[in-house]
């Protein structure tokens, strides 16, 4: 019922999928207060929070999607309760990684084939990037091997190599 009167009294200030957004939230809320409650028996009320909370972020970033990346999101969402249930036991539930794995995989094909033009960009940026590190790097000059520290060695005095200089006029 409180829902009910907020929603009631926001929604005319609401535009476009706010209001969806609004009850999808809210019917998650009770959920997560039940899960909240006792954590180790009512972790079944999780999944509708996940379901409904994933559903409203949807609805928030849709409109900045573009192409198919809205299916890349979907993989991915359906991808994370998987990660969860292998992090939950790594050594008896690594199954999970299977379905995990595989739905990763399609989702980064997706989102490279949308983002296909982006790759020569990003190819060409590094490329150049790596020029100009090259190109502005300092050639040290190699260093002298050090002196030894101990030993009939170290009682020498050091070698100075002579080297020509010439003068061009």
């Known amino acids: 019922m409180i829902a009910t009167a907020v929603f009631l009294t926001v ?24 899960f909240a409650g006792n954590t180790k028996k009512r972790w079944w009320a999780l999944i509708p929070v996940y379901i409904l909370g994933v559903t409203g972020l949807f609805l928030l970033f849709e409109p900045l999607m573009w192409g198919d990346l ?9 991808a994370v309760p ?14 999970a990684l299977i379905p995990a794995g595989v739905l990763v995989s399609i989702t980064l ?26 190109g502005s790097a300092r050639r040290e000059l190699a260093a002298p091997p050090s002196a030894p520290l101990t030993g009939p060695e170290a009682d020498k005095p050091p070698v100075v190599e002579a080297r020509e200089i010439s003068i061009e006029r």
């Open 11 to 34: 929604e005319p200030i609401l535009w476009g999928d706010l209001d969806a957004v609004y009850w999808l939230f809210a019917t998650a809320a009770p959920f997560f207060v039940v």
């Open 109 to 134: 094909a997706v989102f490279m084939a949308e983002l296909q033009v982006l790759i020569p960009v990003v190819l060409i940026g590094g490329g150049l990037f790596l020029l100009v590190r090259r």
């Open 82 to 95: 998987f990660v969860v249930v292998f992090l939950t036991d790594t050594q008896r539930r690594w199954w």
């Open 70 to 78: 809205d299916a890349a999101y979907w993989l991915l969402a359906i």
